[in-house]
């Protein structure tokens, strides 16, 4: 569904900018954040095995013959974003 909304402001009118406030809170948390946000719920059995697995990542890329840096941001993203998919996948 599309919709198409044109709001004129009177800047003069202190109320009616804040109930307009109001309506395009309403319209952006309603129609426009649900389709940018995905929400994963996570208990703490599951963070602990994708802990422990990301030990395990660790591990084998320590035992590779030129690693990856194991601390830089990068590595733990990429591992993050692995989880991420996993999960995603689940929740479907």
């Known amino acids: 569904m599309l919709v198409k909304t044109v709001i004129i402001l009177d ?3 202190l109320k009616g900018v804040k109930n307009t406030k109001k ?5 952006y948390n309603e129609y426009i954040l649900p389709r940018h946000m995905s929400t994963i719920t996570l208990n703490k059995f599951k963070f602990i095995k ?7 990542e660790i591990k084998k890329e320590q035992r590779r013959k ?5 601390e830089s941001i990068l590595f733990c993203k990429y591992y993050a974003d692995e ?3 996993e999960i995603q996948i689940e929740k479907e």
Request: no cysteine; charged share 30%.
């Open 11 to 13: 800047t003069d009118d």
């Open 23 to 27: 309506i395009v809170d309403h319209i």
């Open 50 to 56: 994708i802990i422990k697995q990301f030990a395990r």
């Open 66 to 70: 030129h690693p990856q840096d194991i």
């Open 83 to 85: 989880v991420w998919k």
